[in-house]
Antibody, heavy 115, light 109 residues
Framework: EVQLVESGGDLVQPGGSLRLSCVGS????????MSWVRQAPGKGLEWVAN????????YYMDSVKGRFTISRDNAENSVYLQMNSLRAEDTAVYYC????????WGQGTLVTVSS | QTVVTQEPSLTVSPGGTVTLTCASS?????????PNWFQQKPGQAPRPLIY???NKHSWTPARFSGSLLGGKSALTLSGVQPEDEGDYYC?????????FGGGTKLTVL
């Protein structure tokens, strides 16, 4: 059974930092692009970032460029999202997902940015 | 800034047929946008339905189909079931980055 499990979500003050992790099992993790997608409370889905199989390419949505960094460790079947200079509008459930053709998603981890 | 537009809400009767669409502010949606469709129910993670415009996942019910129609990506549900009620999102590719549509709330009534 394929599983993606996110962790690291927490309550953090504006301007603070947080590192999210996503661990995969039951799949050959190194073969897939991986993405982070977020959903603010009561709002729609928002693609945040993705990373190529070998980590050589990374892409970000405009509003997180320079603040968020996606990375991966294929030996640990893990993808990460380092989030710095957090803002209230970054409050959301953050999901990790494999490439869309394969179609696996985690259950999400909640990040709350508030003072 | 690229905007992907979906119908905010649609209502369909059980057993009926409904088509949801996905438009791009940059022009016609093509196969090069690799359109994807997702279903989401309250409190759950999104569930992928369609990738690359027309391809179904192994878990996608046969009543769901994807197409490119009139410059848009489309998701058609034929023989709608009550359990199809939920939010539906499309996702388009723009040279490295991806953009979700705002979502369509589908009511089965």
């Amino acid at each position: 059974e394929v599983q993606l499990v996110e962790s690291g979500g927490d309550l953090v003050q504006p301007g603070g930092s947080l590192r999210l992790s996503c661990v995969g099992s039951g799949l050959t993790f190194k073969n897939y692009w991986m993405s982070w997608v977020r959903q603010a409370p009561g709002k729609g889905l928002e693609w945040v970032a993705n990373i190529k199989e070998d980590g050589s390419e990374k892409y970000y949505m405009d509003s997180v460029k320079g603040r968020f960094t996606i990375s991966r460790d294929n030996a640990e079947n893990s993808v990460y999202l380092q989030m710095n200079s957090l803002r209230a509008e970054d409050t959301a459930v953050y999901y990790c997902a494999t490439n869309w053709r394969v179609g696996y998603w985690g259950q999400g981890t909640l990040v709350t940015v508030s003072s | 800034q690229t905007v992907v537009t979906q119908e905010p809400s649609l209502t369909v009767s059980p057993g009926g047929t409904v088509t949801l669409t996905c438009a791009s502010s940059t022009g016609a949606v093509t196969s090069g946008h690799y359109p994807n469709w997702f279903q989401q129910k309250p409190g759950q993670a999104p569930r992928p339905l369609i990738y690359n415009a027309i391809n179904k996942h192994s878990w996608t019910p046969a009543r769901f189909s994807g197409s490119l129609l009139g410059g848009k990506s489309a998701l058609t549900l034929s023989g709608v079931q009550p359990e199809d009620e939920g939010d539906y999102y499309c996702l388009l590719y723009y040279g490295g980055a991806w953009v979700f549509g705002g979502g369509t709330k589908l009511t089965v009534l």
